[in-house]
């Protein structure tokens, strides 16, 4: 199965600052930008999956129609990762020892209060589990560079801490409104032990 992912494109949120699960909102102008850049490039008849976000909903019901996908699903587990107390703070504002601690320790620490990696990599590779089994050619997900980066890093194989650690410790270099595919031929996902 071909996944064709999509990083939604840059929200109204000043640099700098940390937005994970918050629903901050995509500029008009900039969200018909990403549009038009996207229906030409990406295939029709597909089904369409997004987080339920507007970042990424409000694009992916423009891009329901202008694609003719065969489906639109809002799944609340490609959602970003939550960082708790976190959300909407300047990253600089946020205590140095607090952010050394999520360092030590990437895939169990929880930023803010929120969630970990971990539980973000388990709710990604649930959703790619279920997506693999409904076996379509390819899909369309709009959804966020964390997202696609456990969904990049699920290809491994490893074990699901493992597969945690690996996007948390990749360098993250997705542009807004980037297209990144993927290729799963066979369910990969490893169960934790």
């Not at 937005?19 to 901050?24: E, H, L, P, Q, T």
């Not at 997900?141 to 801490?161: D, F, K, Y």
Request: hydrophobic fraction near 50%; glycine fraction near 6%.
């Amino acid at each position: 199965m071909k996944l064709i992912l999509v990083r939604h494109p840059a929200p109204e949120v000043a640099n700098g600052v940390c937005y994970g699960s918050s629903d901050v909102a995509v500029a008009p102008h900039i969200l018909a930008a990403a549009r038009a850049s996207l229906r030409a490039s990406l295939p029709t008849n597909t089904p369409l999956y997004t987080s339920p976000l507007s970042r990424c909903a409000a694009l992916a019901s423009m891009l329901t129609g202008d694609l003719q996908a065969s489906q639109l699903t809002h799944d609340a587990r490609l959602m970003e990762m939550d960082f708790g107390s976190w959300e909407l703070r300047a990253w600089q504002d946020i205590e140095r020892g607090d952010i050394d601690a999520w360092a030590f320790d990437l895939a169990h620490y929880r930023p803010g209060g929120g969630e970990n990696v971990l539980t973000m990599a388990s709710r990604i590779a649930a959703f790619l589990d279920e997506l693999l089994r409904e076996q379509h050619a390819a899909v369309i997900i709009i959804c966020h560079a964390g997202t696609i980066r456990l969904l990049s890093a699920l290809q491994a194989g490893l074990p699901l801490e493992q597969t945690a650690l690996l996007a948390a410790s990749s360098a993250h270099k997705i542009a807004y409104g980037a297209v990144v595919t993927l290729d799963f031929q066979r369910p990969t996902v490893t169960p934790a032990v």
